[in-house]
C-alpha cells in the first residue's frame, strides 16, 4: 500500500499522483530496479483507485508539460538511485529544466518582498497542501549510516544526502511523506533481498510498524 492508508482518497481528496523514475541508464547500469519501484508503485496505486501519471528521466520530454504534470498532482513520488552521495545528472538536469519551464505554476519567486528582503525566503511556492515522498536505491548498507564510527557518522539519508532534496521540495510548497531507502542492493543485490525489500515498502502492516526511514532490524536481517 506504500504509505498511503486505504481510507487516504476519500478523506484527503489526494487522487493524483505523478511518479519521476530517476533510474539514470549510464556506465553499463540500465536502471532496471528504479524502474522496477516504479512500476511496483504504480501497480499498487493503481489497484487502489489513484490516477497515476509516470515520466522517466531516460526518455524524451518536454518540461513544460512535466511541470504541467507537477502542478496538477497531488503527491509527487521520486524513485532514484545515489550516485556519488547525491541525485544523478539526470534527474537533476530534469528538476532544473521542468522547475524552471514551470516557474509560473510551480514557484514564480522565493517569498520575499523587496520591502523586507531579510524574512519569509522560500514561501514562495505554489504546492503547499501537497504531499512528495522518495525512495532510493544505495551500494552502502544501512549498517554504514547507524553504527558508530562508521562512514555517514550516524545521520540518516534525509538528514544527509537528501538535505538539500527535501530543501528543493520544501521551497516549491511541499511536504514530505515518509520515504523509503533499499541498502547494499549493488553489491549484495540477491533476488531474496530484493524481494525483502519489495514486501517491505508495499505491505501495509510493515509500513504502519516502519521507524523513520530505515527496515526494521529484522526485515533487515531477512533480507540479508
Known sequence: MIIFAPDFINKRKM???????????FHGGHGTLNASITEWTRQTLEELGYQVQ???????????AEAEKIAGADV?????PIWW???????KQYIDEVFNAGMDIICPNDGRSS??????????????????????????PLASFTQPNDFFDQISVDDGVLFGFHK?????????????????????????RI?????????PTKLCNRKAVYLSRETQEHAD
Open 115 to 140: 520591502a523586507n528582503p531579510d524574512i519569509n525566503y522560500g514561501t514562495g511556492g505554489l504546492m503547499q497542501g501537497k504531499k512528495y515522498m522518495v525512495t532510493t536505491t544505495w551500494n552502502a
Open 168 to 192: 528543493m521540495n520544501k521551497f516549491v510548497g511541499l511536504s514530505p511523506l515518509e520515504g523509503f531507502h533499499f541498502y547494499d542492493v549493488r553489491k549484495n543485490g540477491t533476488p531474496e
Open 195 to 203: 524481494e525483502a525489500y519489495k514486501q517491505a515498502y508495499l505491505v
Open 85 to 91: 552521495f547525491q541525485v544523478p545528472y539526470g534527474l
Open 76 to 80: 509527487i513520488i521520486y524513485h532514484t
Open 15 to 25: 487522487k493524483k499522483i505523478f511518479i519521476i523514475n530517476g533510474g539514470q541508464e
Open 54 to 64: 509516470s515520466t522517466c528521466i531516460n526518455d524524451t520530454y518536454e518540461p513544460r
